[in-house]
């Protein structure tokens, strides 16, 4: 059983930046997801096992970037130029080794418990 572990939500003012980690990373596909109030849990970024592929939902296309660190075990989402309507629960989650990055929250086995993001206008 892997036991994801986001950090680094917080409250940021609309403009502001956010990185969250995710730990352990693996050496597979992993993505970020996100869930606001009311509403389903969507895609928001993904990268395959090398860090060589890397897929953005377009609503963060320029503004976010996944990354990931295998010395380190961890996975990043860098978060910049934050507005309002990124504010959601950010979860990160790992694919079965072998699989490329998917967009779908059921192509993926394991989660996080999410980490808070609220960006204030």
């Known amino acids: 059983q892997v036991q994801l572990v986001e950090s680094g939500g917080g409250l940021v003012q609309a403009g502001g930046s956010l990185r969250l980690s995710c730990a352990p990373s693996g050496r597979t596909s992993m993505g970020w997801f996100r869930q606001a109030p009311g509403k389903a849990r969507e895609f928001v970024a993904g990268?395959?096992?090398?860090?060589?592929?890397?897929v953005y939902a377009d609503s963060v296309k320029g503004r976010f970037t996944i990354s990931r660190d295998d010395a380190k075990n961890t996975m990043y989402l860098q978060m910049s130029s934050l507005k309002p309507e990124d504010t959601a629960v950010y979860y990160c989650?790992?694919?079965?080794?072998?699989?490329?990055?998917?967009?779908?929250?059921?192509?993926?086995?394991?989660w996080g418990q999410g980490t808070q993001v609220t960006v204030s206008s």
């Open positions: 990268i395959n096992w090398s860090g060589g592929m890397t």
């Open positions: 989650a790992r694919a079965p080794r072998g699989m490329s990055v998917i967009t779908s929250t059921s192509a993926y086995d394991y």
